[in-house]
């Protein structure tokens, strides 16, 4: 089993930052993809940018360059750092840590994050 969890959402105003973390333990297998997701209210949880063991990285177009996912293999720990945010950025952002053949995603609890206009 693969335990994840999340830290670092909170409450800010448009145009600033915020800085998410992801810690991963238990039965990591390599190589894997790490990333975060959003779900605003009302609507369906969204791809917001992944990473692989092999440091391929891949971003939603409604936050590239201004989010930028990295990690640290040896922490086994994702991070995302959100710079010039929008209220439609608003919502649970939830870490998913996925080892390949067979694909087996595993879930944070989510963090709130919430941008006020």
């Known amino acids: 089993q693969v335990q994840v969890v999340e830290s670092g959402g909170g409450l800010v105003q448009a145009g600033g930052s915020l800085r998410l973390s992801c810690a991963a333990s238990?039965?990591?297998?390599?190589?894997?993809?790490m990333g975060w997701y959003r779900q605003a209210p009302g609507k369906q949880r969204e791809l917001v940018a992944t990473i692989t063991s092999g440091a391929n990285i891949n971003y939603a177009d409604s936050v590239k360059g201004r989010f930028t996912i990295s990690r640290d293999n040896a922490k086994n720990t994702v991070y995302l750092q959100m710079n010039s945010l929008k209220p439609e950025d608003t919502g649970v952002y939830y870490c998913q840590v996925a080892k390949f053949n067979p694909f087996v995603p595993y879930w944070g609890q989510g963090t709130q994050v919430t941008v006020s206009s």
């Open positions: 238990g039965s990591i297998f390599s190589p894997n993809r």
